[in-house]
């Protein structure tokens, strides 16, 4: 055999390697905040371009696991794995995995004080890795064009979450995380959030998304992982949820 066929060879094998690999993947995870043990062997993997709904009760560990995935300080990984891209996120501090391509989209929204609309997002195109250009942004948004000189801080609530995802998005975002998006929004506030999200997912954005609103999550959503007490009860599709009363209502409520 020739070098050439050997190197063909190699080339092959490796794009089927990572063809088989899911774009993001969870392996048997553990974390604590203090001494609490908090997340109990979480396993989860997602496909490119799907969206996850990561769904339990209040206390369940789900914005815990969110938070592990993204690195932050607290809390603090003790043993696992977290792979995205073939990246080892289980190695990286968070400013590295946001370098890497995981956005995190947290409740508090973490708007800047101070910052107007457009400079909020402006400070997010400061380090390498950009995304969507500022005017793709106002596109899909048309209420921050509006208010794009407005300080962030003082927008309503939902817009504050278009801001919030919209400096998610104008980075190198490979996976994006949304922790509890829809809480404290009208309905149509809502309803616009979705269609976003939904345009997200056209675009081949890996997504997952922590919501108490279950139901619309798991109509958002292709697969789902639902938590109990840190640890994972039921991984599946999404339509395998919304399709069992049962295990709705044993670990959602609903």
Excluded: C
């Excluded at 490796?14 to 048997?28: H, L, T």
């Excluded at 203090?34 to 560990?61: D, K, M, W």
């Excluded at 004080?113 to 400061?126: H, I, R, Y």
């Excluded at 994006?176 to 939904?198: C, F, H, M, N, S």
């Amino acid at each position: 055999m020739n070098a050439m066929n050997t190197e063909n060879q190699i080339t092959e094998s490796a794009s089927a390697s990572n063809a088989d690999r899911p774009y993001f993947q969870v392996k048997d995870i553990h974390a604590y905040y203090g001494e609490s043990y908090i997340v109990q062997g979480v396993s989860l993997e997602i496909p490119h371009g799907q969206i996850l709904a990561l769904l339990g009760r209040n206390g369940a560990g789900k914005t815990s696991a969110l938070r592990t995935f993204a690195r932050t300080e607290d809390p603090q990984l003790t043993q696992g794995e977290i792979w995205l891209d073939g990246q080892p996120l289980h190695k990286m501090k968070s400013h590295e995995a946001a370098l890497a391509g995981l956005q995190l989209v947290p409740e508090d929204r973490r708007i800047i004080q101070g910052l107007t609309v457009e400079e909020n997002l402006s400070l997010a195109q400061v380090a390498p890795g950009h995304g969507w250009a500022i005017e793709q942004v106002y596109e899909r948004f048309p209420r921050l064009a509006e208010r794009r000189n407005q300080e962030g801080v003082t927008l309503s609530g939902g817009e504050q979450q278009m801001l919030a995802i919209g400096r998610a998005l104008v980075r190198d975002v490979k996976l994006l995380l949304l922790d509890e998006p829809y809480e404290g929004l009208a309905p149509v506030i809502v309803q616009e959030i979705e269609k976003i999200l939904r345009e997200i997912k056209e675009l081949g954005i890996t997504t997952i998304i922590v919501e108490q609103n279950a139901v619309a999550a798991l109509r958002l959503a292709d697969r789902a992982v639902i938590l109990d007490t840190g640890e994972v009860a039921f991984t599946g599709s999404a339509q395998e949820v919304l399709d069992n009363e049962e295990l709705r209502h044993e670990y959602l409520a609903i």
